[in-house]
C-alpha cells in the first residue's frame, strides 16, 4: 500500500497558476508510476498526467499539453503538478494516485485509466474564477 497526502488546492483567477503537491510514503513506494486525475460536478473522472517514478518519463493528456507540467522529487518522495494558464474549464477536483504494479513503458492505454490506479489521496478542489 502507498500513502498519499495532497496539498495546494484553491481558488484561482483565469490565467493564474496552482502547484500541487502529493507527498507518498508505504512499503510498495518508490515503484510503478504516479499520476493526478480530476473530476468536474456532473462529468467522470479525467486522467491529466503520469509520471515514471523511476526514471521521471512522463505522458499528459492534450488538453493540459503546454499548460500543467507533472514532475516529482525523489528525495522529498512528492509529486508534483505545476498548473499555468489556468482557465474555468480547469475547476474539477484533483486526485493524486499511485500504481506500484503498472509499468510506465507496458500497455500505454492503462496510464490514463483510473482503476488501474489502487491508492488514492483525498480530492483537492481546484476552482479558476472568470
Known amino acids: 500500500q502507498v500513502q498519499l497526502v495532497p496539498s495546494g488546492g484553491g481558488l484561482v483567477q483565469a490565467g493564474g497558476s496552482l502547484r500541487l503537491s502529493c507527498a507518498a510514503s508505504?512499503?510498495?513506494?518508490?515503484?510503478?508510476?504516479m499520476g493526478w486525475f480530476r473530476q468536474a460536478p456532473g462529468r467522470e473522472r479525467e486522467f491529466v498526467s503520469v509520471?515514471?517514478?523511476?526514471?521521471?518519463?512522463?505522458y499528459s493528456a492534450d488538453s493540459i499539453k503546454g499548460r500543467f507540467t507533472i514532475s516529482r522529487d525523489n528525495a522529498k518522495n512528492t509529486m508534483y503538478l505545476q498548473m499555468n494558464s489556468l482557465s474555468p474549464e480547469d475547476t474539477a477536483v484533483y486526485y493524486c494516485?499511485?500504481?506500484?504494479?503498472?509499468?510506465?513503458?507496458?500497455?500505454?492505454?492503462?496510464?490514463?485509466?483510473?482503476?488501474?490506479?489502487?491508492?488514492w489521496g483525498p480530492g483537492l478542489q481546484v476552482t479558476v474564477s472568470t
Open positions: 508505504g512499503r510498495t513506494f518508490g515503484r510503478g508510476v
Open positions: 494516485a499511485a500504481a506500484p504494479r503498472l509499468s510506465f513503458y507496458g500497455d500505454a492505454s492503462r496510464l490514463s485509466t483510473w482503476y488501474e490506479y489502487d491508492n
Open positions: 509520471i515514471n517514478w523511476g526514471d521521471g518519463a512522463s
